[in-house]
């Protein structure tokens, strides 16, 4: 494999190639064999969910499947259907070894080129990588074979490459299975839409997403399992960043530093401030403002319902939303704070504000009054 960073992986993790279970999502993989078993599988899926919690592992686990599965004729020996009842494949298949290697003839991956001028991935999908499927349909006809597409993901395609997957998509290949993966299905065509076959993925609770953690080569704590959750939103990408980054220790520090709230302890917020200095922390500053804005976001929904969250993401937590978020009113103002300080910080980075001095001034603006 390439060292290129790759458009469809999270970095520091395994690819979803490599990756042969699927944990939390025995629903999705049932209403895919009942379509597979009962000879009416769609031409294309549509894999929607919040980002991270397996549509790309369930892409690439179908894709394994479907290559390496005669199609079912609904009988067997004795004449009877014999339904299949899961999508594994044995790890010493053909298929999987070459898939593995990134050499299934069978397979066409679409994603973010790499810009060999730029040396970095491109922003979207562009037209000409749609227009390799051209070619890689037309080996169909050698071996009669399945060819499976994979797109991920389908949101990230520019207008041109849209169209050229809509015209496919109204006159599907034969024998061709097309697998969309959608983060934001409502910034995808209508027409694409209504052409495929939607299958959503739900978040993961706190076990399967120890678990799926787990299986991606990441360590969960027993004991900050459900903060994990509660902080990934049932999404394992985000889970696996957050371990990868101290994202439960960047939490904590809000935390931390919100209790001390409305005089707000300025040298605790200067540390946290300048640990996102430099270029080689521009992660740890994606992060810190990400988790700023669900701990306000957490505030502000204590105070519509009424109560501290349920569980808490980090110690203390519960004291200080009860303190500072006791009702509706005060829940307001923090979504409202919470917008303000988006905006700014927004703002800042399109100017390249210094990042220690931009989170710095988000931190301050804790402090700042807010519109009821």
């Known amino acids: 494999m390439s060292d290129r960073p790759e458009a469809d992986r999270v970095t520091g993790t395994p690819h979803p190639r490599d990756c042969p279970r699927l944990i939390g999502h025995a629903a999705a993989e049932a209403e895919i064999l009942a379509s597979f078993d009962e000879g009416r599988l769609h031409h294309a899926w549509l894999l929607t969910g919040p980002q991270g919690v397996g549509k790309a592992t369930l892409a690439w686990r179908l894709a394994r499947f479907l290559i390496a599965t ?8 004795f004449g ?16 999987a070894r070459r898939m593995i290697a990134g050499a299934e003839p069978g397979l066409c991956s679409i994603t973010r080129p790499f810009d060999e001028k730029a040396k970095r991935l491109k922003a979207q999908i562009t037209v000409e990588e749609l227009r390799r499927l051209s070619g890689f349909f037309g080996l169909s ?8 597409v994979i797109i991920d993901s389908a949101d990230e395609m520019n207008a041109s490459a849209a169209n050229a997957l809509l015209k496919m998509l109204e006159e599907p290949p034969r024998n061709a299975i097309l697998l969309l993966i959608s983060h934001q299905p409502a910034r995808l065509l209508p027409t694409i839409r209504s052409r495929c076959r939607t299958l959503r993925l739900g978040t993961l609770g706190p076990a399967d997403m120890a678990a799926a953690v787990t299986a991606a080569g990441g360590q969960v704590d027993p004991a900050s399992a459900a903060a ?8 394992v990408g985000a889970a696996l960043r957050l371990l990868s980054q101290d994202g439960l220790g960047i939490y904590a520090e809000l ?36 988790l700023l804005d669900v701990a306000l976001a957490r505030l502000a929904r204590a105070g519509a319902l009424g109560r501290a969250p349920e569980v808490q993401a980090a110690r203390g937590e519960s004291t ?48 700042d009054p807010v519109p009821t």
Do not use: K
């Open 320 to 367: 200080m939303a009860s303190r500072l978020a006791p009702d509706a009113q005060a829940g307001r103002r923090w979504a409202a704070r919470a917008q303000v300080i988006g905006d700014r910080a927004r703002h800042a980075r399109g100017v390249n504000v210094d990042p220690a001095t931009l989170v710095l001034d988000a931190l301050l603006s804790l402090q």
């Open 80 to 95: 009877e259907s014999v339904p299949l009842t899961s999508l594994d494949i044995p790890d010493d298949h053909p298929v």
């Open 70 to 77: 005669p199609p079912q004729d609904g009988s067997s020996l």
């Open 141 to 148: 006809a050698a071996d009669g074979g399945r060819r499976v």
């Open 228 to 235: 994990l959750s509660e902080l990934a939103q049932g999404s």
């Open 255 to 290: 935390v931390a530093l919100l209790a001390t709230s409305p005089q707000l302890d300025r040298q605790r917020a200067l540390a946290l401030a300048n640990s996102c200095a430099g270029r080689q922390n521009e992660a740890r500053l994606d992060l810190v403002l990400q």
